[in-house]
């Protein structure tokens, strides 16, 4: 895959959500059909061979790179979704945003139809690394492995992928 096509073809936006917060926009990097496919083939090679059983991906982007990975493992997908939005009964997993805190949440049937299941997590950006971590933590609690923690991007100064990977094994794309 070509890093640095993929690496331009992310928009950075200064200033957003708030300022001093420099924004990675990935929107710029699936809209491009080139790299969006050459990046989702990566990774399907990456993982072809390591007997996954599912994909998991963080709310909202790491759907959008999980549902299209898990297609091309051609194994089943997992949301991991943000505090009141799945339907069925959950696992929860609170963690600490740079105020207060955030949760997230998986069904706690996600992976019933693979005993002891293999699973990649997914998502776009690992900056504290707190989401990540309570994602990897829903996915032990269910008694599934989590295989590898994937992320497209990695925010290297905010040291969340060393705290991750006190849990599971990590990879990044591209460390900025
Ligand atoms: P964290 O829990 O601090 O690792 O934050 C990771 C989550 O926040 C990911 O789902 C990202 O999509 C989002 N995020 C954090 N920082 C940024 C940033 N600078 N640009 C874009 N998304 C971000």
């Keep these: 895959m070509d890093i640095q096509k993929l690496a331009h073809s992310i928009r950075k936006i ?18 491009n059909d080139e790299v969006f496919s050459e990046l989702i083939e990566f990774l399907a090679t990456r993982y072809k061979d390591r007997e996954i059983d599912f994909v998991a991906g963080i709310e909202s982007r790491g759907f959008i790179f999980g549902a299209a990975l898990a297609y091309a493992l051609g194994v089943g997908f997992v949301p991991i979704r943000k505090k009141g939005k799945l339907p069925s009964t959950t696992a929860s997993e609170k963690y600490s945003l740079e105020y207060g805190f955030d949760e997230v949440e998986i069904h706690i049937d996600a992976f019933e139809r693979k005993k002891n299941a293999r699973v990649v997590l997914i998502d776009d950006l690992i900056a504290t690394g707190g989401t990540a971590q309570a994602g990897v933590k829903l996915i032990k ?33 591209l460390d900025i």
């Design 14 to 31: 200064p200033d957003y959500p708030k300022p001093g917060i420099l924004f990675y926009d990935i929107t710029t990097m699936i809209g």
């Design 141 to 173: 609690t269910l008694g599934a492995q989590c295989v590898e923690a994937v992320f497209i991007l990695h925010l290297r100064e905010l040291g969340g992928k060393a705290k991750l990977e006190e849990l599971c094994d990590v990879h990044c794309v």
